[in-house]
């Protein structure tokens, strides 16, 4: 789910388990993206500290 929702964010390995391809500072133009992937995340695996 969060590849589908951000995927210049997040990616999967080839398990099929998430990826954070961004490590730091987001983008200001990813954040809605990255707020879109935590807020669709069936682990509640994502947090984003602001």
């Known amino acids: ?20 391809l961004i490590v730091g500072d987001l983008p200001a133009e990813l954040h809605a993206k990255a707020r879109r992937a935590q807020a669709n995340c069936p682990e509640d695996a994502i947090i984003i500290e602001e």
Do not use: K, R, Y
């Open 1 to 20: 789910m969060c590849s589908i929702a951000a995927p210049e964010v997040f990616g999967s390995d080839e398990l099929g388990h998430a990826t954070v």
